[in-house]
Nanobody
């Protein structure tokens, strides 16, 4: 049974930091590209950061220099370190695993609120 479980969300003041973590199980983690997406109220879900199975990373322009994605294949986890948070980073953040050929899995999401 595939599971992606996000943790680490919550309320933070502008300029603060949060670290999201996603614990994966039920599939061959190292073979999947792992990503974080987010969806703000009234907006479409967007890619925030990706860590491919080959080791490359990709970031949305809006988070470059502030967010860092990392993965630990032996532990089956992918993290998102978020620094210098802004109110516009407020969203539900989702963990995603993508294998290709339409094979992908989603976590249930976790809320991040950036507000004073």
């Amino acid at each position: 049974q595939v599971q992606l479980v996000e943790s680490g969300g919550g309320l933070v003041q502008p300029g603060g930091s949060l670290r999201l973590s996603c614990a994966a199980s039920g599939f061959t983690f190292s073979s999947y590209a792992m990503s974080w997406y987010r969806q703000a109220p009234g907006k479409e879900r967007e890619l925030v950061a990706l860590f491919s199975s080959g080791g490359s990373t990709k970031y949305a322009d809006s988070v470059k220099g502030r967010f860092t994605i990392s993965r630990d294949n032996p532990k089956n986890t992918v993290d998102l370190q978020m620094n210098s948070l802004k109110p516009e980073d407020t969203a539900v953040y989702y963990c995603n695993a993508y294998r290709g050929f339409g094979i992908q899995y989603w976590g249930k999401g976790i809320l991040v609120t950036v507000s004073s």
